[in-house]
């Protein structure tokens, strides 16, 4: 057991994420196929867990807001919840955002988006795994995705447009 909770590469042991919070350190396994999306997280130090399964294919927003309810002194869930005010952009003032945008791993690998326009709403498609996150605008040049709540910000720099995808994939237009 020792060994699949020592931190092999990052925060990742022998198939379990390992994360140290206040509260205690938490190991747990995430997942998804076709149609189905889980979480399992336990606190070694209360020895409490949870479990959610989904019959989703974007069902980490889920899992996290169930997550939130459950009562007691574990944090299943480390971030505040997100509340998206949806505002409404015309297509004309989002087209200079589209295209296919590519970013480089920490492992050398690429990472490649497009995004486009589906039925008028802005999408961000994952072309490694064919997954299609909708982009929610929050403002000019700002936008969540709908799945996880994370944050996407275009920005216009050096004659390059960039898409910042989180804190840390920063995918170049091109």
């Known amino acids: 057991f020792n060994e699949m909770i020592t931190p092999v590469k990052n925060n990742y042991g022998f198939g379990l994420f390992i994360e140290k919070r206040d509260d205690g350190l938490y190991i747990g396994h995430s997942?998804?196929?076709?149609?189905?999306?889980?979480?399992?997280?336990?606190?070694?130090?209360?020895?409490?867990?949870?479990?959610?399964?989904?019959?989703?294919?974007?069902g980490f927003g889920l899992i996290r807001e169930i997550q939130r309810t459950v009562p007691g002194?574990?944090?299943?869930?480390?971030?505040?919840?997100?509340?998206?005010?949806?505002?409404?952009?015309?297509e004309e003032d989002q087209?200079?955002?589209?295209?296919?945008?590519?970013?480089?791993?920490?492992?050398?690998?690429?990472?490649?988006?497009?995004?486009?326009?589906?039925k008028g709403?802005?999408?961000?498609?994952?072309?490694?795994?064919?997954?299609?996150?909708?982009?929610?605008?929050?403002g000019e040049g700002k936008y969540r995705e709908s799945t996880r709540g994370t944050p996407v910000v275009f920005e216009f720099k050096d004659g390059k447009t960039i898409m910042h995808w989180g804190e840390y994939a920063h995918f170049i237009k091109g």
């Open 31 to 58: 997942g998804k196929n076709y149609g189905f999306t889980n979480e399992a997280l336990f606190n070694l130090k209360t020895q409490n867990g949870i479990v959610v399964l989904t019959d989703s294919d974007r």
């Open 121 to 138: 709403v802005l999408i961000g498609r994952d072309l490694d795994n064919k997954r299609d996150n909708i982009l929610i605008p929050e």
């Open 95 to 118: 087209e200079k955002y589209l295209g296919n945008y590519r970013f480089k791993g920490r492992n050398g690998e690429i990472h490649k988006v497009r995004v486009f326009f589906k």
């Open 73 to 90: 002194k574990d944090k299943w869930v480390r971030d505040e919840q997100i509340v998206i005010q949806f505002i409404e952009i015309a």
